[in-house]
């Protein structure tokens, strides 16, 4: 399985909430460092890792890809 295949198929659960929060550490980072303000350096260094684990964390996520043969979970009552 190459890496489009990968990314074209389903997505579990657990790794979309997962990938959202990613998408959410990237975008407040991204909001921090742009800024109209001079940042001190602790909260841009921060911003920076924000913007990177961020990132890392929703690319990984979205390359999670459902088991076809896994057996579905029971819906809850």
């Given amino acids: 399985?190459?890496?489009v295949e990968r990314y074209n198929k389903p997505t579990p659960?657990?790794?979309r909430v997962l990938r959202n929060i990613g998408l959410g550490l990237a975008s407040v980072g991204?909001?921090?460092l742009a800024l109209p303000i001079v940042l001190p350096a602790a909260?841009?260094?921060a911003?920076?890792?924000m913007i990177i684990s961020g990132t890392v964390l929703s690319a990984v996520?979205?390359?999670a890809v459902q088991d076809p043969e896994?057996?579905?979970p029971e819906p809850d009552a």
């Fill in 1 to 3: 399985m190459n890496i």
């Fill in 70 to 72: 896994a057996p579905k």
């Fill in 13 to 15: 659960k657990f790794f």
């Fill in 43 to 45: 909260v841009a260094t």
């Fill in 47 to 49: 911003a920076t890792t």
């Fill in 61 to 63: 996520s979205q390359a």
């Fill in 30 to 32: 991204g909001a921090l």
